[in-house]
């Protein structure tokens, strides 16, 4: 009786302190630009109560005791900001804070935010990406570009300069999933593999995601790269104009209706690559006979914002992404990528919930016309509609909600004996997920679940991701789940280069197991497991180290080896790819190294035998330098040399003369002139050369005036001109390299 009265005592009083509790939440915000902070730290001044900020500058501090407090956030780079708060019980206030920036310089803050955020959140295998993190790249024509820092990631391998396609920890680009504020994008690079559609200065935060992410994600069984905008300079209006040896661009931001919560952004950028190589390059530097480099693009992005008191808001945005290679007298490839979104962020009054939501339709289409063959196009465009749901606990968050995602695809190409394939699906995708973290001292705990709803079955996908911090310099992550996804690329991993990929569902129609036995599902599936530490060096050293597999359990391709209509159109594969990824990072006010290296295996299996990829790259080491100097660090000197182990290719064995018998058996064999035929050795038995190559660059800064700033930078490419394959020509027999020596120079005013 005495244990049950003290049990219900208990009960009691803890219903009664909940009771009197409340919460604060709120918005941290730049005082100049009222763009949000992300992972500064808010807390209740002489308690230890408190909590950081998320990616979209917000704050939650959950079941506080009613009363007077001062609330205070601080920031390594901003100066500490106070405001005093009463709390009633039960109720929930809003508090936006705005700092101001110090003189502390911004890599400091850098190094604070990513402290901060391991110790907060799972996220293994993952890379965050900011702006100041892409300038630390040495910059290919003068201008940063998310592409050239994507390069350097651990797990990365970046096959050429032509096609532009990333392989992320043995996945192929297809695999990867790319969200700009919500939106799907289908090609995210452009063809000469260089440069990206984003422009740089329009990108607030890029989380990276090599594997086994959370069940916020799904549709793709490799990766993730969710890109966020900034929403724009709510109190002035500011920009960038910048011009360089290879294109231009011109960045807008400012208020749109002068009341401190409305902001636009805008950005276009074009490439008169095509035009200015002709001047560098006197002679062919191609397997083609023209001089010069065939590439050229066209990039706009624009972005409308208004905000709400409480820190809700709405952003409207589109874009228009278009490119073009023009191999005159041979072929000639164009795709655009056009889109408009909205996406916004609610916060409920006295509710400890924040609510998501986006909006957008895309579309896709390329099309590759060749001298010697028919027209190959192809086209996806739909929705996407999606609702996350936040909420906020003392020691956690649980967070759910549901994607609808409804697309067509249009796709039209020749196989080898010149029969039209092509395939018209309308196709719908329904997910729903939750995920919930929960935090202790030691232990960051994160399981999730994800249902995948496709229009042929369905997939469950469980997912868990642990961390543990032993100390305060060291922790231990782990993470694992099931992925799945619906649409496949017309390319193949058997493919060298093809810079024309279309993009389809996945067909009905596909063939049984090698027993006889159709598959289960219709769609791709993949397994994930990581684990890795993390271990602070010293207040400026971090060191990563995480092993990793992933089992491509189903994988549909494309036979490339169909030669009547009478075979199948797809085969099914599966795949392991395994390996270890280690970085070594140093920062300081004036000096940042980044060294990062990988080894990794990748093997793809048809049923009957087994083999390697084309972009399995054994070894991958990335070293990257930044250095600052000169009076008030206006001079700063960048510098990237890569190294990796070389691709495998299938080896000829020898030619012979193909006769096509045009006229039947009337054909005369004596007398007619046959075709070249190839005799192959075993598929991707071969390893190229090893390839390394050394990017550089110099800047200097010069202030204008107050508000303007002149930046001149000359870069050179492949500094020591190394001639690295990219593959060879069998027909020719001719040896084809990746790009030259390529240097350059761009100025840009910043206002």
């Excluded at 730049?30 to 990616?55: H, R, W, Y």
């Excluded at 990563?544 to 994988?555: A, M, P």
């Amino acid at each position: 009786m005495r244990k049950l009265l003290l049990l219900l005592s208990i009960s009691i009083f803890t219903t009664s302190i909940y009771s009197q509790t409340g919460n604060i939440r709120g918005f941290v915000y730049d005082k100049s630009s009222g763009e949000p902070i992300m992972f500064c730290n808010v807390i209740l001044q002489g308690t230890t109560i408190g909590a950081s900020t998320d990616i979209n500058g917000m704050y939650n501090i959950s079941k506080v005791l009613a009363g007077d407090y001062i609330l205070m956030v601080t920031y390594i780079g901003y100066d500490t900001s106070k405001v005093n708060i009463t709390l009633k019980q039960g109720k929930v206030i809003t508090q936006n804070l705005e700092i101001s920036e110090s003189s502390v310089k911004l890599n400091e803050v850098r190094i604070s935010a990513e402290r901060s955020e391991m110790k907060t959140e799972v996220k293994a295998a993952a890379i965050k990406i900011t702006k100041q993190d892409i300038e630390m790249i040495p910059n290919i024509g003068g201008e940063p570009d998310l592409a050239q820092y994507m390069q350097v990631i651990p797990g990365i391998v970046f096959t050429g300069d032509q096609g532009g396609q990333l392989y992320i920890r043995g996945g192929s680009p297809i695999q990867n999933k790319v969200l700009l504020d919500g939106m799907t994008i289908y090609s995210p690079f452009h063809s000469i593999g260089l440069f990206s559609v984003f422009d740089t200065d329009i990108i607030r935060n890029t989380d990276v995601y090599t594997g086994g992410f959370s069940a916020e994600y799904g549709g793709r069984i490799s990766s993730i790269m969710d890109i966020k905008t900034i929403d724009g300079n709510k109190k002035e209006f500011g920009g960038k104009v910048s011009t360089n040896t290879f294109g231009s661009k011109l960045f807008v931001e400012g208020p749109l209706l002068g009341n401190g919560k409305s902001s636009f952004v805008f950005s276009g950028k074009t490439s008169y690559l095509d035009k200015s190589s002709e001047i560098l390059y006197k002679e062919p530097i191609l397997y083609f006979d023209e001089k010069g480099l065939p590439y050229s693009y066209t990039d706009l992005y624009g972005k409308f914002s208004l905000h709400g008191n409480n820190g809700s808001k709405i952003n409207i945005f589109g874009f228009n992404f278009q490119d073009k290679v023009d191999y005159e007298g041979i072929s000639e490839l164009n795709w655009a990528s056009k889109g408009i979104g909205s996406e916004f962020i609610l916060i409920p009054g006295n509710s400890p919930v924040l609510i998501e939501g986006n909006f957008a339709y895309s579309f896709y289409e390329i099309a590759l016309d060749e001298e010697a063959s028919n027209l190959r196009e192809s086209r996806i465009d739909g929705f996407d509609m999606g609702f996350d749901f936040t909420y906020f606990q003392p020691k956690g968050k649980i967070k759910y909600g549901f994607d609808i995602h409804g697309f067509s695809t249009d796709f039209t190409t020749y196989n080898s004996v010149n029969s039209k394939v092509d395939q018209k699906e309308n196709t719908s995708e329904f997910s729903a997920y939750i995920n919930y973290q929960f935090n202790t001292t030691r232990f960051i705990i994160e399981p999730g679940f994800r249902l995948q709803k496709y229009t042929l079955g369905v997939s469950p996908e469980p997912r868990l991701g642990m961390k543990y911090i032993a100390n305060e310099r060291m922790r231990f992550k782990f993470s694992s789940g099931y992925y799945s996804q619906n649409i496949l690329s017309t390319t193949s991993d058997r493919d060298v280069v093809n810079l024309f990929s279309g993009i389809i569902s996945s067909p009905e129609d596909i063939p049984d197991q090698a027993d006889g036995n159709p598959y289960k599902n219709k769609f791709q599936k993949a397994r994930h497991l990581i684990t890795g530490i993390e271990y602070d060096l010293s207040r400026r050293i971090d060191f990563h180290i995480e092993g990793y597999i992933k089992d491509f359990t189903q994988l549909t391709n494309i036979n490339r080896n169909m030669t009547s209509n009478a075979d199948d159109e797809f085969i099914i594969e599966s795949g392991v790819a395994k390996g270890i990824d280690a970085l070594l990072k140093f920062k300081s006010k004036k000096l940042y190294i980044w060294v990062v290296y990988s080894i990794g295996i990748m093997t793809r299996n048809d049923g009957e035998k087994t083999y390697n990829p084309h972009f399995d790259r054994r070894h991958n080491m990335n070293f990257v330098t930044s250095y600052k100097f000169g009076k008030n660090d206006s001079w700063k000197a960048d510098m990237r040399w890569n190294l990796g182990s070389g691709f495998p290719f299938t080896q000829t064995q020898g030619f012979y003369e193909n006769l096509t018998f045009s006229d039947g058996i009337n054909t005369d064999y004596t007398s007619t002139n046959g075709e070249l035929g190839i005799e192959y050795a075993e598929l991707n038995g071969g390893r190229l050369p090893y390839y390394h190559r050394l990017d550089a660059s110099i800047s200097k800064s010069i202030k204008l005036n107050k508000h303007s700033e002149l930046d001149m930078t000359l870069s050179v490419t492949n500094t020591y001109n190394r001639e690295n394959i990219f593959y060879f020509n069998r027909v020719k027999y001719k040896r084809v390299n990746q790009l030259p020596l390529m240097p350059s120079f761009g100025a840009s005013i910043t206002f």
